[in-house]
């Protein structure tokens, strides 16, 4: 955020992910803010296309210290905004996969690291695909309700239930590397729970979350993810839908915001490769505050991305 | 509407359309009350896959004699709710229109007319389809802002600004019977506008409509339609968005209620062959007015396919 | 509205009706605005017991004076706002009605003439018993989409679908000089319309009102009353819902704005002795629109009883 | 839930609750869900008499497994929507609460366990009457902000504050045996607090709530209730407003559904005679949290009844 | 709009207005559309000052052909957006007024005619400050509820309802070339409409408009502006609030959409010099359509003033 | 509230705070009910002018015995409703900070202690200086997000980012009797944390008062501000925006009701001298929580009052 801090006021101009420069081939970024607006893998209610454009909007109530840490991100890293995937062919799940591949590997190849606003979930195993191009496998820390490791719905492999499945099948998502935290909710089968836990993945269930405290929530991730590259995905119903209303698939007895700010400010100094905030639908977010809290989780996230940046 | 008229409160119940009988099979019926929860075919903003479930909640609000013509639909057709098509490819657009035309070929069989509510415009070319299987071209009154006659969109003509091109194509749409009504607002091109005309149909512009009146409107309908088989296709965003804001593609400055309601009843005396109203978005829709909008106009509808039942 | 016209911002104070003073016992007054606070009439959505209360807030947009008469209301009459009905026994549609009767008679008494804010319309039966203690029978200018004169409903007579039969049975009205505008919509039964018909009532069912147009309505309103004692009763669902969503049984296709102001104004110099303005139901109005179309509504009418005041 | 776990999108088709078969005569079933859409008996603000509807609606969204216990409530416990109490004097409480005894006591003699959604609390008083028929009295689990054991208001006694009461004088429900839980929020009297706390009832307060914790209500509640027939009754203002803005009578500072999870899930092996989901209220409910909170809150107890019906 | 016309969906992207190139510094633009959030100087409800925000997203809507012109303006003119006024001082309104002339004399002198989104009505004195200093006194025809000739309020005399004394006063707007369209509604005092009168403003109250036709109106404007230079200024409440509730002092009764796109359309070939749009204030408009009909109404003006481009 | 404890349906009458007199004078009255609808000062959303007539409207929630304490404020001190600071100068806020000192200067003089709903947060200066006139400096327990602390904004020193910097240069405040609870999110500078934390105030960030918890934070606070004359300032933001929604710079992160409770509930016995609720935005609280939040922290703080006025 370049602007002067007292200066203009933040309902004022064109909306760009918290009001970085407009930078749509991303050169000379250091962290590369995109949008993903496609919602065609969702399983139930859709409006997550609209994501981006609300975020970019909301986002410009963030501001530029963060209070805890003083850490100034738009000061020790170059941050822009790269605009949205230029999608073709919207009616083509696979088609639209590789599109979103294309797009993050052109950031990818000018260094710069991604922080994408969703979009439903289905769009990180494109963006992973793009990221792991050198380095592979990755490990993940994944906050979501669901585990996302569910296999073809209504014939197709690329909803927004299976991305995790696919990056696993496909050699980008290394799954002893992977957490999974706050998963509660029914489901139908237990298919996507048993994929996860025999696959080698640490899921923490809402209920033992609740039990064991944030903290030690922490320490159980940085121990799973370990060293090596790591991917953030966060999917805002992992929140609790009090903090998150507008979103598609909706579970009550979620993480509180205060509880997930801390998560993410206890993954400081891990080898991050790039994160996502999935799966705000402004048709179901009257208030706007899911994209408020979506836009500061991105905050939170761009200070681990800034610092890892500033570190290398 | 089998319940007695002073009965219960209107608040009650199972929801089904106008609180007809749930008649999955549509055995016994004349007229076949259908949801179709699809809006994979939207350009824009998505959500009329939830139509069918919020016309059907607020169907409850009508009743059982037409003020006007004191016709009482219920006496004289047998009106059932045939439930929605079974979806079992929905990120598949070509699968799914052939899902449609299966489930309306399998009610067209038992002898039922269907009256459909949407879903987006793109489920009228599969309803279509199973319809004119027998008699063939059939002609059209649609009232819609858009001439939906364009080309492929994103790669694919299955989207919902293309269906009657794609019905002309095969065959199953007379195009010199077909009466567009309150065309209207800016697109990107003149493609569709020109097809439109190219081919035969008459478009009457929103501007034309203001011009002439309802009455004329009318005749001119009658006119193009003459008495040959005809289907009634109305999309909700052919009204005013005020009455209509839940829609995907809203264009001010279009028809009234009052206007359609009165078009509707002028239809009177056609050999319809059936009907849909379509493109009802739910979560753009705060206040239901949209999904009161469609009932009604579902009703009113409802009574003409009824006095065309009693009379053959 | 006695603050100075150049004063204090509209959004400010205790809100009572117009911003005129709380004048709970309502002497001197000439025009008395009441509150009925009570919607146990309804027979399907509920919330008008929440209507004087938002009525009340929206009119401090109204102001004092009239753009077309130059009218200043609250110069040729006293205007107060007396406060709502007390009262006790909510759960009992008798004692309540009695309750509303005894209020107004009280009011009544002071000589001034209300003009009250409902609460849904069967309080319209209790408040006419209280005006015609004296002269009596009353004629009625009643704006509705509905003929309110069906029989009981579930068991009770004092629903909001009944109260002009109630009132006609009573002796209270006189059916041959009732006229009522905007009539249409489904029902179940027409035992409502053959009551208003066989009684003598002039029904202007909405497909005449839009074929005759205002000045015909005014006409005809004005010559089925005559110069006899005369009562407004204005039902907000009588306009169209994109005016008044909020209201518990709404049916499209009714009158506008600028027709009910146009007709309101029409009725100057008639023998008025009181007036409502019924059926808003704030949970049902989001935008605040339905409350604003009524204040503004009350106003014209106050117009006219001031006028009516300034003349006798 | 009868269909393939893997099929049909969710928002498809007649919402009947949990996507249960409509059975309305309730033959066959071991758990009845049923719908009791009436607010007569509220003291503020209407609305409860929608909640069966949007709770069917929003229901869709639950399934099939329980994600901590693994259970199958559909594959254990045959289950279906037994529709909504056929009302016909809706005016009269009356005759009210007897056609919900009625209706209840013919579920109750076909054996099956009701699970209702109301409607607002007052519902609560009848529905027992019907259930403890046979053994009686009965305990119960109660969570609310309120303890439902007032006197008359406004001349009535069967408004939504005083059930509990009724129950308690009518034999039916055997105040030790009763524990109320979330209690809070000023009274105007302490008549209420008065007779639970005197009639023997053991009432945790929320500031109780607050500093024990979940598993010490849990106990508590349990050593309460002991071993004998018990019924839940679940107020959504129980929680906090923020989980559950869609009611009649919020007040802050309530329970969280993280913790009314924890607390039903620990209610297992009870020997539970039925249980109901009261106060919903659609038209403050502009989310559709309140009806997701209430539908899954309602799986939650489906479970429990589920395992009872499973064991005995 | 520069894309590929069946291009990118239109929700993708950094919201320009109408999705064109932001032109910060407005060279080589034809016309230049510019965002003033500003609301200082509402005297009821503020908001208006996120207009501009939420005008750009909704205008993704808007298209490249006119439907009755098939003009083509970014085709004939070069159109960009040149973002907002960069406002230092918004609680002085003085000192606002003054940044408002000096952005737009900067883009003045770059040759470009400016389309403004507000913001309240109060920035268009000092927009006309900055176009009128070359050519003056001009022209108007201005499209509002009230005629905005008031004196001060609450001590300030840059409030939203004087700009047009005050343009007046300064010799920069020319009365008897200005001619007022829509005004209605009730008034504390008749200062403003008398100041309209006095100084040579035809003013068309909404009676009038209604009486007379958009026809009529639109030659009666044609009269009063003639051929000299002119500004069109188009306050949203001039239309009915059922077309823009999102605004700060709603009056019922006004103009339709259909209405205002035939008087604009009726303003070709006009010496047009300059146009706004004003007074949206999103938090009121809860449905996005106020924004919508602004948008649309923009596009209508920017066609004006594309063609008067095209031929100077 | 002198109503019979167990009358009037709560949704009945003028809305006066709580359902106190309307005593605009405040004789006689120990704790005076104040609105200050001002939101001049805000640097982000508007909206804060319509709070006190929102809090008016809900504050008819709010009852008569506080559960906890049982403590009956009406009982013991009388309060009264004393209306609205009279503006006459709203477009220049050093006018506007001198007429809100006016107003509580003559309330003050009449022995009242006040309790204000706002408005913006620069509203607590001018009503510290009427306070404070007698003894000073007081101290103050101030709930918030920010500090409030920080310089001019855009020129002026009274926006409502710096009513306290304000407060400590006039010498009406003492930094070192002041902490600060609550406080988080990320600034463009770090200019107010430091002038609170050089000035000598008590911050206590959210993340402190996660970790130590409520009781704590009371020990802490009442340490503070020991036993010299305090204020209560309560900016609703403080709370989690899933309270208060409806403000105008949410911050995620924030005190949960149960916390501020407590909070409140701790301050008891402190030489309390006024308080205020500050920054509830009712065009962005949609469901009317916020307003009760507010209100119901208002019944807290005014049992405090009261337990002080008793006790003097």
């Known amino acids: 955020m370049s602007d002067d801090p007292k200066g203009a006021p933040r309902y004022m101009g064109i909306p760009t992910f918290m009001r970085t420069p407009y930078t749509p081939d991303g050169k000379g970024l ?10 065609g893998g969702v399983t139930n209610r859709p409006g997550a296309r609209h994501g981006p454009r609300q975020i970019r909007d909301l986002s410009s109530l963030t501001r530029s210290i963060h209070h805890v840490s003083k850490l100034k991100p738009f000061d020790v890293a170059r941050v822009g905004d790269v605009g ?15 599109e979103i591949t294309d797009f993050f590997s052109t950031i990818h190849k000018t260094g710069a690291m991604p922080l994408t606003a969703g979009g439903d979930h289905s769009i990180t195993f494109p963006i992973m695909r793009a990221i792991a191009s050198l380095k592979k496998p ?4 994944h906050v979501d309700a669901h585990t996302d490791t569910w296999g073809p719905f ?10 995790f499945r696919l990056a696993v099948e496909a050699g980008i998502l290394d799954p002893k590397r992977t957490v999974q935290i706050g998963i509660r909710g029914a489901q139908n089968t237990d298919e996507g729970w048993n994929y996860s836990r025999d696959s080698g993945m640490r899921v923490i269930f809402m209920e033992e979350f609740t039990e064991i405290g944030v903290q030690a929530v922490i320490a159980e991730a940085r121990r799973v993810v370990g060293d090596g590259p790591t991917y953030i995905s966060f ?70 991305l800034a610092e890892r940046v500033s570190t290398r």
């Not at 250091?30 to 919602?39: C, E, K, R």
């Not at 990755?138 to 820390?141: A, D, Y």
């Not at 209504?154 to 991305?163: A, L, N, T, V, Y």
């Open 138 to 141: 990755i490990g993940m820390v």
């Open 84 to 98: 949205d995937v230029p999608f073709t062919s919207v009616y083509d799940p696979e088609k639209t996969m590789d």
């Open 235 to 304: 999917d805002v119903d992992g929140l609790d839908p009090i903090y998150a209303p507008g979103t598609g698939t909706p579970e009550i007895g979620g993480i509180t915001t205060i509880e997930a700010q801390a998560l993410l400010r206890g993954l400081g100094g891990l080898d991050l490769v790039g994160a996502d905030v999935v799966e705000v639908s402004p048709p179901f977010d009257q208030t706007g505050n899911t994209a408020i809290v979506a836009a500061t989780m991105m905050f939170e996230i761009l200070c681990l």
């Open 154 to 163: 209504q014939g197709s492999k690329f909803h927004h239930g299976g991305p």
């Open 30 to 39: 250091d962290i590369a803010l995109a949008g993903v607006p496609y919602d």
